[in-house]
Every structure is written in C-alpha cells, then in structure tokens.
C-alpha cells in the first residue's frame, strides 16, 4: 500500500480555521503518514505543527506557501522541506506580511463603500495574526453578517478580481521566492497551477521561468483541480521534467473538494517531489 502523503495545507496563522495541532489530527485520523503545513507567507505555526505530527507518529515536513506576482496576477509557491529559521526567507516573508495588512486597510473601505460597515474588524475577528488578514477573511465575515449565502458568493461579489473591494497588489517575484525557498533548503512547488486565469503562453512562461529559476516541482493532485487537471499538468510536469506534489490545500473542514489526505494517488509516470526525503517503504 502506498504512502498517504498530503503536502499543502492551512492553520489559523494564515486563513485556516483550525489550529496547527488540530489539522494535524485531523490529517492523522484521516489516514495521512506524512504532512506538511504551508500557510500563507507564515511558518510561525511549524513547531507546533511538527511537535503534533510526531504525538501522533507522523511524518512532518515543515512548509510555506508564498504570495508572487507573475504576469500580473497572484501565483502561489510553496516551499517544502524549509529551514523556518532561514533569515532571508523570514525576511522576505515579513516584508509580505506588512503588504497584506495594508491591502486589508483598502479591501475594508471599499466594501464601506457597498454598504458593508466595520468590515476591517469584522475581519480581524477570523484571524488570529492580523498581518495575515486575507480576502478569505473578509469573506468569512460577510458571510456571518448576512451579506451573502456563501464563502464563493463573497469572491463572486465582491472580492474576487475586478469585483467591487478587490484590490490588486505587487507581491514577491517568482524569482525572490524560488530564491528564498531554495536558500532555505527546500523545493519549490507551483502550487494549485489550474486555478490561475492565464493563456497557455502565460502559463508557459510562468513554468518556463520557474524552471529557470531552479524551481523543481508542480502540484498534480490538488483539492484546487479537477480529475480532467490532474491528466493536464501530469503531462505538464513531464514536459518541463517537474516532480510532482500531492495535496488538498486544506483549509476547513467541509470547505473545498477534498479534504486532508484523501485525494487520488500520484500518477506512477510521475516523479514525487518528496522522493529524496521519503521511501515507500519508510514510515514516520
């Protein structure tokens, strides 16, 4: 039997609901042998997390997703397999950090502008480190004030691009990023790459570069895609000769397509991003 090894999920230091322990034990009782947590722009919750995974005899490997700006859209990275106490990568994770929470400063008085009052503090109420504050938290309060029926109707809305309250940033480079990840031991992953609204030139250009950058991996199975993505960018991953990642991008429960650990296997045409770290047959 193969591993079950989900490699992309989220904790209440960024936009999670549950707290680094907590989505260890829900990845546990799922069935997962090996996690990683990746918040966003955030490893504050790695200790806690790794301490977690091994109380409940499981593999850990300490992650981070970070916010690019490619092509003039929002891009995620991860970084797995991180040294958390890197200096340039909590740097650089900081400087993100402190752009986020001004953006939230813009995001709260446009909705002001719709009629959404205290929207900035009714945020704050889902986060608990404010310069993590993020759309999902926004949306979470429209949510509970009735302003819509539903976490998508928020982004559909309001706070999705070019919608009322959205407001667009200049995060990292694709090259800052890879850098920072690779300078902190790990491998660089495009996260989640069907979710990104870009023509098949832009999004040739974003593997290409990322490539060239030493970027090393693609996330194949995700919660984000569909089992028709999983065959596009298995292909992909072939093509730039990527190794592949599994994983649910989790961030609560009953929220997304899948949750943690229970995604189909890896394709065997596939090479694992985790390969150099975990053997099919080494469990935690």
């Known amino acids: 039997m193969s591993l079950n090894i989900d490699l992309h999920s989220h904790s209440r230091q960024s936009d999670g609901v549950l707290s680094p322990a907590e989505v260890a034990a829900r990845a546990q009782a799922n069935g997962v042998d090996w996690w990683a947590l990746s918040d966003h722009d955030e490893t504050s919750g790695l200790s806690e997390a790794a301490q977690a995974a091994r109380d409940l005899g499981m593999g850990f490997i300490p992650g981070v997703e970070i916010s690019v700006t490619f092509c003039g859209k929002t891009v995620h990275i991860v970084g797995l397999n991180i040294d958390p106490d890197n200096a340039d990568l909590a740097a650089g994770l900081a400087e993100i950090r402190l752009g986020r929470f001004d953006r939230a400063k813009l995001v709260a008085e446009r ?159 596939l090479v694992p991003v985790w390969r150099d770290w975990i053997q099919e047959e080494h469990r935690p």
């Open 111 to 269: 909705l002001a502008e719709c009629g959404v009052a205290d929207a900035f503090e009714g945020a704050l109420r889902h986060v608990d480190n404010p310069d993590l504050i993020s759309r999902v938290h926004f949306a979470r309060h429209l949510l509970e004030q009735g302003h819509v029926k539903s976490l998508q109707q928020a982004f559909d809305r309001y706070l999705g691009e070019n919608k009322r309250a959205f407001v667009p940033t200049q995060w990292a480079s694709l090259e800052q990023a890879v850098g920072w990840i690779r300078g902190a031991g790990g491998k660089a992953v495009i996260a989640h790459p069907g979710r990104y609204k870009y023509t098949p030139q832009q999004r040739d250009a974003l593997f290409q570069a990322f490539k060239d950058l030493g970027g090393q991996g693609v996330e194949v199975v995700t919660g984000s895609h569909t089992p028709a993505q999983y065959e596009q960018y298995a292909r992909l991953a072939l093509t730039y000769g990527f190794q592949a990642s599994r994983g649910s991008d989790f961030h609560a429960p009953g929220v997304g397509r899948v949750d943690l650990g229970r995604m189909p296997d890896l394709p065997d045409s």
